[in-house]
T-cell receptor, first 115, second 110 residues
């Protein structure tokens, strides 16, 4: 079964609204989680590294005020897309690092469509 | 800067026709190299982790190998259900940040 749960799987929203995506590690505690963005037929682009109890580390070119990341517990990280615009429409995928088994497990992704 | 390059971009095979996918990488210090399978509209599914040159791992029709500069994913006698995008990723010793290649889209025709 899935070890990383991501919700919602699909969301459609109006331009200007904010959308929150949750990522939970189910079978292990994850001090480090990652958020990726993926465009059709392209690979995963790392947006930010989320560390439990501290501020996220954003990749170059990713607006930290637009993509708010919170990693308040060892099993939950959230990504909030603030004031979403059509260009934010994309497939967002979270992942969690299982330090015990040294594996990176992925959620099932969230397809965001901003109208 | 860590970099991962995968080739070919797309690969079309007949069922039973074995082939290999390439992943070339540059990394300041390799903690691990990963292979994932991704189906459309889904998150990547973990396949293998390789840690050092010379290491090999197998799972069903897949075998992954690693050298100091590249990794190969060998597919033996593929079946249509092996059709997917195969992603290669590296993680450096500086942390757990994982960088992905663009992937190889594999199509296996019956």
């Amino acid at each position: 079964g899935a070890v990383v749960s991501q919700h919602p799987s699909r969301v459609i929203c109006k331009s200007g609204t904010s959308v929150k995506i949750e990522c939970r590690s189910l079978d292990f505690q994850a001090t480090t989680m990652f958020w990726y963005r993926q465009f059709p037929k392209q690979s995963l682009m790392l947006m930010a590294t989320s560390n439990e109890g501290s501020k996220a580390t954003y990749e170059q070119g990713v607006e930290k005020d637009k993509f708010l990341i919170n990693h308040a517990s060892l099993t939950l990280s959230t990504l909030t897309v603030t004031s979403a615009h059509p260009e934010d429409s994309s497939f967002y995928i979270c992942s969690a690092w299982d330090i015990l088994h040294e594996k990176l497990f992925f959620g099932s992704g969230t397809q965001l469509s901003v109208l | 800067e860590d970099q991962v390059t995968q080739s070919p971009e797309a690969l079309r095979l007949q069922e039973g026709e074995s082939s290999s996918l390439n992943c070339s990488y540059t990394v300041s210090g390799l903690r691990g190299l990963f292979w994932y399978r991704q189906d459309p509209g889904k998150g990547p599914e973990f396949l293998f982790t390789l840690y050092s040159a010379g290491e090999e791992k197998e799972k069903e029709r897949l075998k992954a190998t690693l050298t100091k500069k590249e990794s190969f994913l060998h597919i033996t006698a593929p079946k249509p259900e092996d059709s997917a995008t195969y992603l290669c990723a590296v993680q450096n010793t500086g942390g757990f940040k994982t960088i992905f290649g663009a992937g190889t889209r594999l199509f296996v025709k019956a």
